[in-house]
């Protein structure tokens, strides 16, 4: 229960968005000295709420993107043929491949949400290596201070561990098998430049990036949608922040 208390105090602060960042800084250090609440909340107790409430939003995140169209039908993070052979796709719808195109699309698509089922661990174990420093920054810093740190400090380490993730997805969706018969048609085609793109980096990266956006949707509707009064300690804290 003390935890459950501690995490909605640390997500009442994040949902303050109609108080400056000064206003917030208040309530904050009115709540760590006990102010209108009688109960004093160690640094280690506000960081540690902190590390729940991100660990919800990236559960969060990561269910919406492992359901089926997930990725696919989510404009927003959708993965496209890959850019840098966009002349690939282009060719091939020319020479009548639309079809096989879009069923690669799909497929690339499918392999990214079986693997977002298994980015929750990955990510909670770097929320692990928080410290409380970098929790009071998140607390103190821009609607998206959350996400940024967890691409500043993860992204090497989640690529890598990723990776393998997304490799064996795109297997079990085919989207491997369906790239190479794209590229190999592609590189027969006379007078046309041979390309051979990594797609499991790619398609690696491009998850990735899908994830960390939902996550940050997830943190600013934290910090942006003010949470009901439904406790005592909820009442107190914003009589304190309303006060200061």
Do not use: H
Request: glycine letters at 6%; hydrophobic letters at 40%; a positive charge.
């Amino acid at each position: 229960m003390k935890k459950l208390l501690y995490t909605s105090l640390v997500a009442l602060t994040l949902g303050a968005s109609s108080c400056t960042v000064a206003d917030i800084q208040r309530t904050v250090d009115g709540v760590m000295a006990g102010t209108g609440t009688g109960v004093a909340v160690t640094q280690n107790e506000v960081a540690s709420g902190l590390k729940q409430a991100l660990e919800v939003g990236i559960t969060k995140g990561s269910n919406q993107a492992s359901q089926t169209d997930g990725f696919y039908k989510n404009s927003l993070i959708r993965i496209p043929f890959p850019p840098d052979v966009q002349k690939v796709e282009n060719t091939l719808r020319q020479v009548g491949l639309g079809k096989e195109v879009d069923r690669f699309v799909m497929t690339l698509n499918r392999g990214a949400e079986d693997a977002a089922k298994s980015a929750v661990p990955i990510f909670v174990n770097a929320i692990k290596q928080m410290t409380i420093q970098d929790a009071w920054g998140i607390l103190k810093g821009d609607k998206d201070a959350a996400t940024q740190y967890l691409k500043r400090t993860t992204s090497s380490q989640l690529q890598a561990a990723f990776m393998p993730v997304i490799r064996q997805s795109l297997e079990k969706t085919n989207a491997t098998r369906y790239y190479t018969d794209l590229v190999t048609r592609y590189n027969q085609i006379p007078m046309v430049q041979k390309v051979n793109p990594n797609l499991d980096e790619y398609a690696t990266q491009k998850a990735m990036d899908g994830l960390f956006q939902l996550v940050a949707q997830e943190e600013a509707n934290i910090r942006e949608n003010p949470i009901a009064r439904t406790t005592e300690l909820l009442r107190r804290v914003f009589a304190n922040q309303n006060q200061s």
